[in-house]
């Protein structure tokens, strides 16, 4: 069974920086992907930034390219792994709840930032961004 928790959230003012993560674990293939999604209250949820395990492809939100970098440590044994999301310049737009995601079958030719495919989710870490 495929398990997330994120850790890592908290208040942070305008321009600051935080450091997400997610740590992984119960992949019983190799080709899997690690999607960050996003929910401000109020709003509908938002792919945020994702990584491939294969080829370590990332993709991110026309919101958050240039500031968010999302980076994956190498698996330790194949079936447990940490995803981290380094947000910088961070704004009062970047509140909301954060989540990691993955898809319960292999991305194949599938992108990572193919949002639809994630269908599981950690627990979700809050982000408040003070103006």
């Known amino acids: 069974e495929v398990q997330l928790v994120e850790s890592g959230g908290g208040l942070v003012q305008t321009g600051g920086s935080l450091r997400l993560s997610c740590a992984a674990s119960?992949?019983?293939?190799?080709?899997?992907?690690i999607g960050w999604f996003r929910q401000a209250p109020g709003k509908g949820r938002e792919g945020v930034a994702c990584?491939?395990?294969?080829?370590?492809?990332?993709?991110?939100?026309?919101s958050v390219k240039e500031r968010f970098t999302i980076s994956k440590d190498g698996a330790k044994d194949g079936a447990n792994t940490t995803v981290y999301l380094k947000m910088d310049s961070l704004k009062p737009e970047d509140t909301a709840v954060y989540h990691c995601?993955?898809?319960?079958?292999?991305?194949?030719?599938?992108?990572?930032?193919?949002?639809?495919?994630?269908?599981?989710w950690g627990p979700g870490t809050q982000i408040t961004v003070s103006s």
């Open positions: 990584i491939s395990s294969i080829n370590g492809h990332t993709d991110y939100a026309e």
């Open positions: 119960g992949f019983t293939f190799d080709d899997y992907a």
């Open positions: 995601a993955a898809p319960l079958r292999p991305l194949e030719r599938d992108l990572c930032s193919s949002w639809y495919r994630y269908d599981t």
